[in-house]
């Protein structure tokens, strides 16, 4: 057996750590930040009332702290887009690692339905599942993994293509080893920078689905996230009363996670490429605030 | 593969995926655990009439008949292009609405796309083959603001250049004063009306296109028929488009298509911000006043719409390239 599992470690791509630095005070406001600002629910203040002293970013048109709005609200939108990604991702990974090992009717089948759902855009559908879930962070996140982890799989699919070929791979079928074992063992802990640079894509991906969703009103208008705040933004006049505070901070919090996911993706990707034991893997192609989605099958590419 | 059989498979496979949107049109109302359907009939008894009810209840699978049998009346209805009846405002048919908002989201979301990708491969290729402030300022700069959500950019140029400069007009996609008539006042209505959604739009995408050009040119810039091109002596307009332009548009034509799924998001959310009368609007309605109708003929039509125009790339890139003709 000659394959190696590289201990997981810092990503060395400046680019990757920036992102990361960036992603963890992000984090970190979003955890600790609303234990100082208090209920972002609660009028607190005239409403539409500009940034002052007593309210640093203003109040909603409901009378409600933008700070505490934002900062709460980014607890609910990056959990939710992580775990979503993390569905994802998952999801993906098991379709693609399935297809790719078992070949034959099962990769048909399974091929077919991860580029059917490839070619489907994204939000109509969405749309449509979450207009029929009730509203609320479990059906988001449903959404979003039910509409996202195609790439994934499509991925993780051409990459276990190429490792079920390497020698340790047929050695350990060889020896006996049953099917499970051989893809969990020997075939997917090569895959990790991949998933990895996955997981972030696939979070960047959901980020601005979610929002947008919750932006048509798709969401639960009572929860307090990012895409809720633009929604009550939309809907109480931010624009026409030109109170640009309702809406600025939450959608600066949007690009400046998506800004760090970017960098941490690029970082990543440069790093998979490097490092990677065998085979240079498939990494995601550029960084858009949306992965592009390949509506090409494989033999094509 | 021959090329024929290339694009035989493609088309099937957007054959099956325009069956599965169907299908899944049909099966979602009457597949969602809680009867969400009889709630929402509950809701509208009293305010909606007894033609909207049975409107409604015909549209969400409300009926004894056997699914099999709804299943086929479904599809029967769709191929006469009968989406149903809206219930917000009924009795209009749903394929009224979507065929009166089709042709504004077809020019904002068409003509951003074309200058957006115009745009962004001149300057993909531009900063491939020059470099200098266009790769280090003005293309990340571009990527900078494609991390923003496409309907935030347009809340943010709305307020910015609509009421505060007061530059564009605030709302809807033509002037109300002025009859609609194919006269020259009313175009230019139009073409002011649609000029800042359509810039916010390729604002936000261009730096992907950018990105995309730039990559796909590096990689042709570096092989030896570009350095002999050089060394030849050649003109560098003749090195660009007939060495390099040529190569690196293939790709790219090629994510044209993949993206087109995402800009046409965009647009439809870019649309809910300037009110502007498409179907990112119509959605927008319909999911505020849970016209269920509506909304999956919205989603329908969207979606089929995306995948014809999926087709249209395979086969133009059928024609442009000889290499998969060759393959």
Redesign the interface.
């Known amino acids: 057996m000659t394959f190696h599992v590289e201990r997981p470690r810092w990503p060395r791509d400046p680019r990757a750590r920036l992102g990361l630095a960036l992603l963890g005070s992000i984090v970190l406001l979003a955890t600790f930040g609303p234990l100082f600002t208090g209920d972002p629910t609660a009028p607190v203040a005239p409403p539409l009332a500009p940034p002052s002293w007593a309210h640093l970013l203003g109040t909603t048109g409901q009378g409600q702290d933008v700070l505490a709005q934002t900062l709460a609200g980014a607890r609910v939108t990056l959990g939710v887009g992580f775990v979503a990604g993390l569905g994802a991702v998952l999801l993906g990974a098991t379709v693609g690692a399935v297809a790719g090992y078992a070949g034959g009717w099962v990769d048909d089948a399974l091929s077919l339905l991860t580029n059917v759902t490839l070619v489907l855009p994204g939000l109509p559908l969405a749309v449509l599942l979450a207009a029929w879930l009730p509203p609320g962070p479990v059906s988001l996140v449903a959404v979003l993994v039910s509409t996202g982890w195609a790439w994934n799989a499509r991925v993780v699919r051409a990459e276990v293509l190429q490792l079920r070929r390497r020698d340790w791979v047929a050695a350990a079928r060889l020896a006996g080893e049953p099917p499970l074992r051989v893809v969990l063992v020997e075939i997917l802990p090569n895959l990790r920078p991949l998933l990895a640079a996955a997981l972030v894509g696939a979070t960047i991906y959901n980020l601005g689905a979610q929002v947008g969703l919750e932006f048509l009103g798709l969401g639960d208008p009572g929860a307090v996230t990012w895409g809720t705040n633009l929604y009550w933004a939309a809907n109480d006049g931010a624009l026409l009363t030109r109170s640009w505070w309702t809406f600025v901070p939450t959608g600066a919090g949007v690009a400046a996670v998506g800004l760090a996911l970017a960098l941490l993706q690029a970082g990543l990707t440069a790093d998979a490429g490097s490092g990677a034991p065998v085979d240079t893997p498939v990494a995601r192609p550029a960084p858009r605030r949306l992965p592009a989605r390949d509506g090409r099958s494989q033999e094509t590419a | 593969?021959s090329a024929l059989a290339?694009l035989a498979?493609?088309l099937g496979?957007?054959a099956?995926?325009a069956w599965?949107?169907l299908t899944?049109?049909f099966a979602?109302?009457r597949m969602?655990p809680?009867d969400?359907a009889a709630a929402l009939l509950a809701r509208l008894q009293g305010k909606a009439g007894p033609e909207a009810i049975a409107a409604l209840r015909a549209a969400l699978g409300v009926s004894d008949a056997p699914l099999v049998e709804q299943y086929g009346a479904y599809l029967l209805a769709l191929t006469r292009g009968d989406l149903g009846v809206s219930v917000s405002r009924f009795p209009t048919p749903v394929a009224e609405l979507i065929g009166g908002a089709l042709g504004w989201t077809l020019l904002l979301a068409g003509v951003s796309v074309a200058i957006s990708f115009v745009l962004g491969s001149a300057l993909g290729l531009a900063a491939a083959w020059r470099g200098g402030v266009l790769d280090t300022v003005v293309g990340p700069a571009l990527?900078?603001l494609?991390?923003?959500?496409y309907?935030?950019?347009a809340?943010?140029a709305?307020?910015v250049f609509?009421?505060?400069l007061g530059w564009f007009p605030?709302r809807h996609a033509w002037d109300t004063s002025v009859a609609p008539a194919p006269t020259l006042e009313f175009g230019w209505g139009v073409v002011r009306h649609a000029a800042l959604p359509a810039l916010t739009l390729v604002g936000?995408s261009v730096?992907?296109w950018m990105?995309?050009m730039r990559?796909s040119a590096r990689s042709i810039l570096a092989t030896d028929q570009v350095l002999l091109a050089r060394a030849r002596g050649l003109p560098t307009a003749r090195v660009v488009s007939a060495y390099v332009l040529r190569n690196a548009v293939l790709p790219h034509l090629?994510?044209f298509?993949?993206?087109?799924?995402?800009v046409?998001?965009g647009a439809?959310?870019t649309e809910?911000?300037f009110s502007y009368p498409g179907e990112g609007w119509l959605?927008?309605q319909a999911?505020?006043a849970q016209d269920?109708p509506l909304?999956?003929g919205?989603?329908l039509a969207?979606?089929l719409a995306?995948?014809a125009a999926?087709a249209l790339v395979d086969v133009l890139t059928l024609l442009v390239d000889p290499r998969?003709r060759a393959a």
């Open positions: 593969m290339w498979r493609r496979l957007y099956v995926a599965a949107a899944l049109g979602l109302p969602v809680g969400p990527t900078l494609g991390a923003f959500p309907f935030w950019l809340m943010g709305l307020h609509g009421f505060g605030l936000a730096g992907g990105l995309g990559t090629t994510g298509g993949m993206a087109l799924g995402f046409v998001s439809l959310l809910v911000v959605l927008v999911v505020r269920y909304l999956q919205l989603v969207i979606t995306v995948l999926n998969t």
